[in-house]
T-cell receptor
């Protein structure tokens, strides 16, 4: 099935550092969602974005809906060990209820 | 509030056996999605329902897979007969088509076919 391009594929960072990841597509999306998945669990919704240019925060997480509507970004500030996991973006096109998911960014935080 | 509920959490079966995975969506949600996750292919949408009606089943791998949603609070995904390549984690997710379209996932069923 189709997937969004998500980068980087994996990251190793020191505790306290900031993290940036992004998701790009050749298609325009109306909605972007960002999820975090822990081992053995289902993806948990972190942030939802509905308008081009929108910037939304959830604690130390900030996500942006790209102006072109073809990309989205997620930033994590002052990372902590529990930020470890896989982060997924998901985009929804106009006229459909289904989402296309990114390939995931695997984050590891070194204490 | 209860989230999406899936059962069983783990299933180990032999090739050729029938497997049934179950899902209870969040109360009030009227869209339900079945996904499969593997290391090689990531998260793949298999099928989704709106108001209990299948809308898009283009992701269902083959005729061995079938899904039903007899009412707003229950759905099943059946594999018959199962094959080793069906081993994966299967997720159910639900959302409201009249709201924000935010999709919430269940904990998943890890299926192993030997």
């Amino acid at each position: 099935g189709q997937q969004l391009n998500q980068s980087p594929q994996s990251m190793f960072i020191q505790e306290g550092e900031d993290v940036s990841m992004n998701c790009t597509s050749s298609s325009i999306f109306n909605t972007w969602l960002w999820y975090k998945q822990d081992p053995g669990e289902g993806p948990v919704l972190l942030i939802a974005l509905y308008k081009a240019g929108e910037l939304t925060s959830n604690g130390r997480l900030t996500a942006q809906f790209g102006i072109t509507r073809k990309d989205s970004f997620l930033n994590i500030s002052a990372s902590i060990p529990s930020d470890v996991g896989i982060y997924f973006c998901a985009g929804q096109r106009s006229g459909t209820y289904k989402y296309i998911f990114g390939t995931g960014t695997r984050l590891k935080v070194l204490a | 509030d209860a989230g999406v509920i899936q059962s069983p959490r783990h299933e180990v079966t032999e090739m050729g056996q029938e497997v049934t995975l179950r899902c209870k969506p969040i109360s009030g949600h009227n869209s339900l999605f079945w996904y499969r996750q593997t290391m090689m292919r990531g998260l793949e949408l298999l099928i989704y329902f709106n108001n209990n009606v299948p809308i898009d089943d283009s992701g269902m791998p083959e005729d061995r897979f079938s899904a039903k949603m007899p009412n707003a609070s229950f759905s099943t995904l059946k594999i018959q007969p199962s094959e080793p390549r069906d081993s994966a984690v299967y997720f159910c997710a639900s959302s409201s088509i009249s709201g924000s379209y935010e999709q919430y996932f269940g904990p998943g069923t890890r299926l192993t076919v030997t």
